[in-house]
């Protein structure tokens, strides 16, 4: 059974990437070769490759190694059980126990390194094909349609990637994404994340793919990018692996709904009948979150609350960091357009976070504010059954902190602070559309679609139209930056000011869900906003816009699942309870930091699983 192995004295040649199926899963072979032999295998065939630190392999080294690698793995299975490539040290033998050993794992092939200087592979799963040795990629289903383009490093360009060259079989379309082996990456001081897979929300610019912002209309007009988006750069030179690129509503806009998703459809919320809406405008990512075990972490977007309704919905931990926090050199979004990642733990919440935010030189504060502010107005008229997880919760942090809430009305602090009668809503009802008119992403795109096509691009809700073409008054901007300074000094003040031992003097807290807390459908009618319920009470600042107008951080929180009998299955159903916890400008860390600390201490859950159900 033994195959010994030459290297081709010669280049043979490439094979182009292709599909193979081992024991009913499917992999991915990229055409490069990390090791270039004719096999003269008609088929490519499963090989495991491992070096073996002694001259003779025993067969409990081997068996604990195998062991240890199908427990860290999802992409080396039994099935790569079947071939063997030994590498070692000069004159490598097998123990002879390791024989009988490799007949119980079903081994038909052994190929061994011709000698100790090929040592070069990385252990794991591999293919042989007649070009040589290719690394096996898994195949996973994106059942919830979360991913609009799955992706996979350009053999050719370092910084480059590209659009995965195989689709999916499932039913509905469903795109399949490549995972590498965990087994090829060994997390390094300089390389934290090394193989950490993420999905990255399709609005960052990664060099060798197109951008789709969620609308066709745009993916047709440019051609693939020829620079990564800073963040996103940063997190692969980190060691991230980008495994695809995750859908979002058009341009980011706050379209939750089916209808509101023309161009690529709506992703499905894997929690309880998967019926209900995955928020925007990261819904993707948020979903993918949700739905994988295969996946570390997503990257998304936030700029009216398009980290959090993801984050909320979908039941995912999220953060809607400091203004600034992260090199989001693209924001075409304006003024309020920050990045923030998704987690299902806190520990990786932290450990991703950890790096995507470690440009700016943050502080990491592990002392905590003395102080809870609660907003009563942002938990009244709620579905109580959505509240009680949350305000379990409160009365964790409480006892936690060791520290009383302080119960607040956000317009009685600001007639104190101000002087006037005027509620915040009313006061800063041009705040938001001011500063986001002097953003110029939509108009500019669409006079280069004109120029291309020579007639107007569809978007969503069909807002083509001359109109939108003209720059806003630059005086508006002016006012709406003006007002945002008032804001901010109001806000800072009231709510959350800076503490040198604490970062933050106060934690802000209330619950987010778009819908009063009840179950929110994908079909439901187009808006959020549920007259007299969430995301306010008549009179008061949408919570969702609080952290946006004060440029500071803000964490969703899963604490617990909510019952409900889902109008479509007619069943009982769970669907996630979130908490939103503010904190000072630039305390994301302490933010991530006291989640964990929370759920430690106390012995809460420390994440949550995928699919229909959280816990
Ligand atoms: C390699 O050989 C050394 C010396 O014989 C032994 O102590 C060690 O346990 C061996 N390593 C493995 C993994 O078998
Ligand atoms: C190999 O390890 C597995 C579990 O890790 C164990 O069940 C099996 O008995 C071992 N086989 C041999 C031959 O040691
Ligand atoms: C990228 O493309 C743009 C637009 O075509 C061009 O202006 C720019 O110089 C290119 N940058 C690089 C780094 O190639
Ligand atoms: C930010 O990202 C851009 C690429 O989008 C890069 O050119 C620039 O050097 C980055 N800046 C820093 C400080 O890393
Ligand atoms: C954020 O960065 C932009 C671009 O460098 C700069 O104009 C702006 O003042 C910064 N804002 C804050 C709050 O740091
Ligand atoms: C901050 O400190 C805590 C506690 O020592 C640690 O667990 C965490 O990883 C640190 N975070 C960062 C961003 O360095
Ligand atoms: C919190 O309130 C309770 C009930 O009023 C009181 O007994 C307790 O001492 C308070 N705790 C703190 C830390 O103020
Ligand atoms: C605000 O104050 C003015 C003058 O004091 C008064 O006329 C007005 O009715 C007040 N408005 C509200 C909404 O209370
Ligand atoms: C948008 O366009 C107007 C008019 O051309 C210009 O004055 C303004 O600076 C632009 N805004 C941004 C953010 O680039
Ligand atoms: C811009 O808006 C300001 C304030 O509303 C107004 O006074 C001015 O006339 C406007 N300018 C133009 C060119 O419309």
Not at 123 to 128: H, I, K, R, W
Not at 417 to 438: C, E, H
């Amino acid at each position: 059974m033994h195959v010994f192995l030459l290297l081709a004295a010669f280049p043979v040649c490439a094979l182009a990437s292709s599909v193979a199926t081992v024991l009913d899963v499917q992999y991915y072979i990229p055409s490069k070769t990390e090791l270039a032999h004719d096999f003269d295998a008609k088929e490519p065939f499963p090989v495991t490759v491992i070096t073996s630190p002694n001259a003779t392999l025993t067969a409990s080294c081997l068996n604990s190694t195998i062991s240890d690698y199908l427990a860290r793995d999802d992409v080396l299975t039994k099935g790569f059980l079947s071939a063997f490539y030994f590498q070692g040290p000069e004159d490598l033998t097998l123990a002879p126990e390791t024989e009988s050993l490799l007949q119980t794992f079903g081994t038909t092939r052994v190929l061994w390194a011709p000698s100790q200087d090929t040592v070069t592979l990385a252990d794991g799963p591999y293919f042989a094909t007649g070009s040589g040795l290719h690394r096996a990629w898994r195949l996973y289903d994106d059942h919830t349609n979360s991913f609009v383009l799955p992706t996979i490093p350009s053999p050719t360009d370092v910084d480059a990637y590209e659009d995965l060259p195989v689709r999916g079989t499932g039913l509905s379309g469903d795109m399949s994404i490549a995972v590498p082996s965990r087994l090829f990456y060994k997390p390094t001081p300089e390389k934290p994340l090394a193989g950490v897979r993420i999905g990255v929300k399709d609005q960052y610019a990664i060099k060798g793919l197109i951008t789709t912002y969620g609308s066709r209309a745009y993916a047709s007009t440019y051609p693939p990018s020829n620079v990564t988006s800073g963040v996103i750069q940063h997190l692969i030179d980190m060691g991230a692996v980008v495994v695809g690129k995750t859908k979002l509503s058009v341009f980011a806009n706050a379209w939750l709904s089916i209808a509101e998703w023309p161009d690529y459809s709506l992703p499905f919320n894997p929690r309880g009948d998967s019926y209900l809406v995955p928020g925007a405008s990261s819904a993707g990512s948020g979903a993918a979150m949700a739905a994988y075990d295969w996946l570390d972490s997503t990257i998304g977007e936030d700029t009216g609350g398009s980290m959090r309704f993801p984050a909320a919905q979908n039941g995912v931990y999220g953060i809607r960091s400091t203004k600034n926090s992260t090199n989001n050199t693209a924001t075409p979004f304006g003024p309020f357009d920050v990045a923030g990642h998704f987690a299902r733990d806190v520990d990786s919440f932290n450990s991703v976070g950890a790096v995507m935010y470690s440009q700016v030189g943050y502080k990491n504060y592990t002392k905590f504010p003395r102080k809870i502010i609660y907003p009563q107005e942002y938990w009244a008229n709620i579905n109580p059954d959505y509240t009680a997880p949350c305000e379990e919760y409160v009365q964790n942090l409480e006892a936690f902190l060791g520290v009383n809430r302080t119960v607040v009305d956000s317009n009685a602090l600001w007639y104190e602070y101000s002087g006037q009668n005027t509620s915040l809503v009313d006061y800063f009802a041009n705040l938001v559309p001011y500063v986001s008119g002097t953003n110029n992403f939509t108009r500019a795109f669409k006079k280069d679609y004109i120029a291309k096509f020579n007639r107007y691009p569809y978007v969503a809700l069909n807002s083509a139209g001359s109109a939108s073409l003209a720059p806003q008054n630059s005086t508006l901007g002016e006012i709406g930056f003006a007002l945002q300074s008032e804001f901010q000094a109001f806000y800072r003040h009231a709510f959350l000011p800076a503490n040198e031992e604490t970062c933050s003097e106060t934690l802000v807290v209330f619950p987010f869900n778009g819908n009063g807390g009840n179950p929110w459908y994908r079909d439901d009618p187009a808006t959020y906003t549920v007259e007299g319920r969430a995301p306010a009470l008549p009179g008061y600042i949408s919570w969702n816009l609080l952290s946006v107008m004060n440029e500071s951080p803000e964490v969703a929180v899963p604490v617990g699942a909510v019952e409900y009998t889902s109008r479509v299955s007619l069943v009982g159903k769970e669907y996630p309870a979130t908490l939103e916890i503010q904190g000072a400008v630039g305390c994301d860390f302490m933010l991530m930091n006291l989640v964990r600390e929370v759920a430690y201490t106390l012995g809460l859950p420390k994440g949550v699983k995928t699919g229909r159900r959280m816990y």
